[in-house]
T-cell receptor, first 112, second 116 residues
Framework: NAGVTQTPKFRILKIGQSMTLQCTQDMNHNYMYWYRQDPGMGLKLIYYSVGAGITDKGEVPNGYNVSRSTTEDFPLRLELAAPSQTSVYFC???????????FGQGTRLTVV | DQQVKQNSPSLSVQEGRISILNCDYTNSMFDYFLWYKKYPAEGPTFLISISSIKDKNEDGRFTVFLNKSAKHLSLHIVPSQPGDSAVYFCAASPNAGGTSYGKLTFGQGTILTVHP
């Protein structure tokens, strides 16, 4: 039972580079989320999706893009990486009738 | 504007004693609350939740209390064990599902250390 799987676990990017953080879930959940966690802070919502083809902005969407072509996958795209995007990124999913979200292990991203 | 606040960055407790973690919120629209536990290099894992129609929910050693009038909730762990040492996040949602789509607002977290 894999749950929510994120790749890569670690990544170092140079300023201005781009990358995609991958997230996949095998629980057939409609709802998926991307959060970021900065040191000493709580998780903040970047983007979320309520189903394939439907995405919307969260609290801190600037500098990111998402897509949801399948129920399973919800990649997060960083364009023109900036030092302010250094953070730990968590993907999560939740069933429509569920009450709690399930999180992946996280991707630690450093932009230098 | 921090809508969910955990004012204690850390808490240290002796094994076997009670751990009490606190959380305050400001948004009156929140009516579903969750606690997550996080170990280093892992994602948060769900611990316990409570709906605003209740004032207490218990699951084994973990109990969450909700005081709606004070906009305050707390997590009690009794007895505390060294394996409970982790970061605990309080989270809130306008409702368990519906138009909030399960979006969560998190507190900053409290680092709990349980000493043997």
């Amino acid at each position: 039972n894999a749950g929510v799987t994120q790749t890569p676990k670690f990544r170092i990017l140079k300023i201005g580079q781009s990358m995609t953080l991958q997230c996949t879930q095998d629980m057939n959940h409609n709802y998926m989320y991307w959060y970021r966690q900065d040191p000493g802070m709580g998780l903040k919502l970047i983007y979320y999706s309520v189903g394939a083809g439907i995405t919307d902005k969260g609290e801190v969407p600037n500098g990111y893009n998402v897509s949801r072509s399948t129920t399973e996958d919800f990649p997060l795209r960083l364009e023109l990486a900036a030092p302010s995007q250094t953070s730990v990124y968590f993907c999560a999913s939740r069933g429509t009738g569920g009450t709690e979200a399930f999180f992946g292990q996280g991707t630690r991203l450093t932009v230098v | 504007d921090q809508q969910v606040k955990q004012n204690s960055p850390s808490l240290s407790v002796q094994e076997g004693r009670i751990s009490i973690l606190n959380c305050d919120y400001t948004n009156s629209m929140f009516d579903y609350f969750l606690w997550y536990k996080k170990y280093p290099a892992e994602g948060p894992t769900f611990l316990i939740s409570i709906s605003s129609i209740k004032d207490k929910n218990e699951d084994g050693r973990f109990t969450v209390f909700l005081n709606k009038s004070a906009k305050h909730l707390s997590l009690h762990i009794v007895p505390s064990q060294p394996g409970d040492s982790a970061v605990y996040f309080c989270a809130a949602s306008p409702n368990a599902g519906g138009t909030s789509y399960g979006k969560l607002t998190f507190g900053q977290g409290t680092i709990l250390t349980v000493h043997p």
